[in-house]
């Protein structure tokens, strides 16, 4: 199979996932951390009197990535913002909602970050 089509059936296999899992509240952000951490190849993360999931290094700057089961609750990638202000990129917390800006954090559903990935 090609490249693109891996993808795609990687893709589809994600959105039944998503749709599936929604009922098991226990083990759902677990895999949602896992999916995100298997596309972005992570290797880092942030855990100093709170936890921040994942960190990406682009040159001398961080991509900071929290993954969360909806939008209310974030607090963990504010206060990494506020402590390393000046040396992150961007900060990015993704959900299985839909699209928005909240207090000056893109948040980015699931399926969309996973097609800008792909």
């Known amino acids: 199979m090609s490249d ?6 990687y893709f589809l296999f994600i959105l039944h996932f998503l ?3 929604r009922s098991n509240d226990n083990i759902f952000p677990f895999m ?18 709170f936890e921040v999931d994942f960190i990406i290094p682009e040159d001398d ?13 974030f ?4 206060k990494f913002t506020v ?9 990015i917390v993704v959900t299985i909602e839909e699209d928005a800006v ?8 699931v399926l969309k970050f996973l ?3 792909l």
């Not at 607090?75 to 504010?78: A, D, G, L, S, T």
């Not at 909240?102 to 559903?109: N, T, Y």
Request: a positive charge; hydrophobic letters at 40%.
């Open 115 to 117: 097609l800008d990935v």
């Open 19 to 21: 749709e599936s899992s």
């Open 75 to 78: 607090k963990q990638i504010k």
């Open 102 to 109: 909240v207090d000056g954090l893109h948040i980015v559903s």
């Open 32 to 49: 949602l951390e896992n999916i995100v951490a298997s596309k972005t190849d992570a290797k880092f993360f942030y855990l100093n009197g």
């Open 4 to 9: 693109i089509a891996d993808s795609w059936l």
């Open 61 to 73: 700057k961080l991509n900071v990535i929290e993954v969360k089961k909806n939008k209310k609750r």
């Open 83 to 91: 402590k390393f202000g000046d040396t992150f990129k961007t900060a």
